[in-house]
T-cell receptor, first 114, second 113 residues
Framework: QKEVEQNSGPLSVPEGAIASLNCTYS??????FFWYRQYSGKSPELIMS??SNGDKEDGRFTAQLNKASQYVSLLIRDSQPSDSATYLC??????????????WGLGTSLAVNP | SQTIHQWPATLVQPVGSPLSLECTVE??????LYWYRQAAGRGLQLLFY??????ISSEVPQNLSASRPQDRQFILSSKKLLLSDSGFYLC????????????FGPGTRLTVT
């Protein structure tokens, strides 16, 4: 059973701090990794994708990937109250029919306190 | 740019009634399409996915079915709803061709009473 694991939280950080969200995955052949943000009652929104080892930065967001450790993280710098949401980690896998799916973590709830 | 539509936004249905949820995508061709369900406080559960017209793969045995009558249309159906079918139903699309990111529609919140 291929899995993606995240701490459920809640992770609470003060406004302006760095929020660090972590995700581990079990499928060694996964090649694509994604972070989604989901506000309460809304659908998930893609915020970062990463495909190779190292860091990828986009504005206040940095995704970090370590395939050897099967670990992907998301850093949010200068956290704002509007960042308060659930963050979902997703990893692609190939099934027996070579069709591509994403396996999802259960999400980490982030609360940024003013 | 690509847009994904879902309707209705909310739905309250009695147990045993039928269901039809529709999803359409604009601005792309031959997308991969997905139906997910998210129960309250739970993770995303993949229900069906489709790589082309008439091609449907089911992930979880249940009383739901899916169809893809047109390239950019994906329909989720049930003949008789159960209480356990309540949840947030999400349609998503991905470009395929080696790109795996998925983009979600606004969702349908279904309450079965």
């Amino acid at each position: 059973q291929k899995e993606v694991e995240q701490n459920s939280g809640p992770l609470s950080v003060p406004e302006g701090a760095i929020a660090s969200l972590n995700c581990t995955y079990s499928d060694r052949v996964s090649q694509s990794f994604f972070w989604y943000r989901q506000y309460s009652g809304k659908s998930p929104e893609l915020i970062m994708s990463i495909y190779s080892n190292g860091d990828k930065e986009d504005g206040r967001f940095t995704a970090q990937l370590n395939k050897a450790s099967q670990y992907v993280s998301l850093l949010i710098r200068d956290s704002q109250p509007s960042d308060s949401a659930t963050y979902l980690c997703a990893v692609n896998i190939f099934n027996a029919g070579n069709n591509r799916k994403l396996i999802w973590g259960l999400g980490t709830s982030l609360a940024v306190n003013p | 740019s690509q847009t994904i539509h879902q309707w209705p936004a909310t739905l309250v249905q009695p147990v045993g009634s039928p269901l039809s949820l529709e999803c359409t995508v604009e601005g792309t061709s031959n997308p991969n399409l997905y139906w997910y369900r998210q129960a309250a406080g739970r993770g995303l559960q993949l229900l069906f996915y489709s790589v082309g017209i008439g091609q449907i793969s089911s992930e979880v045995p249940q009383n739901l079915s899916a169809s893809r009558p047109q390239d950019r249309q994906f329909i989720l159906s049930s003949k008789k709803l159960l209480l356990s079918d309540s949840g947030f139903y999400l349609c998503a699309w991905s470009p395929g061709n080696g790109f795996y990111e998925q983009y979600f529609g606004p969702g349908t919140r279904l309450t079965v009473t």
